[in-house]
T-cell receptor
Framework: GEEVAQTPKHLVRGEGQKAKLYCAPI?????VFWYQQVLKNEFKFLIS????????ETGMPKERFSAKCLPNSPCSLEIQATKLEDSAVYFC????????????FGQGTRLTVV | AQRVTQPEKLLSVFKGAPVELKCNYS??????LFWYVQYSRQRLQLLLR??SRESIKGFTADLNKGETSFHLKKPFAQEEDSAMYYC??????????????FGQGTILTVHP
């Protein structure tokens, strides 16, 4: 597609429940990035993929968070056993490369953990 | 470690007035610097980047390596410029490669 598509737009989960967020990158883009924005503050980098392979996962919390980008499927970010502090807007971005290219962002998924 | 600082959380100006959104960064190499804008209920979109040295919607930004700044300027603000603006840095290699580091954002309000 021409835009990065993120679903759902809003997600409400009770503490301890699982949350799964999806991102369809722009066709032809090799790189996918996930960012977390808590309370309209800074964007925190979580993880990036080069096609199906994890490229950089230095921002991913060691527990409960996982992500995948499988061929012919939207990328996903999964949070097991959600906590209140996971409430945030999760943005996905895609780009053709890592340098001298534009990163295009999705509209974000607002996760609320109650 | 790379860091981006936008000292102003809120900035208000009147239509037609000049506007400057400040951005300072720290990075040990040669970074790529960007300004992203988010209009109400829209997705984050690229406004401009330092390597292209272009002016978009009347905005310009000059990379000052001596002062490690990348301030965004517009000589005559318009009401439609009201939005959230993020300064971002992308590292050129190593563990920073590819990922963007964002500032805290500045909400610009242009009054009629």
């Amino acid at each position: 597609g021409e835009e990065v598509a993120q679903t759902p737009k809003h997600l409400v989960r009770g503490e301890g429940q699982k949350a799964k967020l999806y991102c369809a990158p722009i066709k032809g883009h090799s790189y996918v990035f996930w960012y977390q924005q808590v309370l309209k503050n800074e964007f925190k980098f979580l993880i990036s993929f080069q096609n199906e392979n994890v490229f950089d996962e230095t921002g991913m919390p060691k527990e409960r968070f996982s992500a995948k980008c499988l061929p012919n499927s939207p990328c996903s970010l999964e949070i097991q056993a959600t906590k209140l502090e996971d409430s945030a807007v999760y943005f996905c971005a895609s780009s053709q490369g890592l340098a001298n290219t534009e990163a295009f962002f999705g509209q974000g998924t607002r996760l609320t953990v109650v | 470690a790379q860091r981006v600082t936008q000292p102003e959380k809120l900035l208000s100006v009147f239509k037609g007035a000049p506007v400057e959104l400040k951005c300072n960064y720290s990075y040990s190499g040669s970074p790529e610097l960007f300004w992203y804008v988010q209009y109400s209920r829209q997705r984050l979109q690229l406004l401009l980047r330092h390597i292209s040295r272009e002016s978009i919607k009347g905005f310009t930004a000059d990379l000052n390596k001596g002062e490690t700044s990348f301030h965004l300027k517009k000589p005559f603000a318009q009401e439609e410029d009201s939005a959230m603006y993020y300064c971002a840095l992308r590292g050129a290699g190593g563990t920073s490669y590819g990922k963007l580091t964002f500032g805290q954002g500045t909400i610009l309000t242009v009054h009629p």
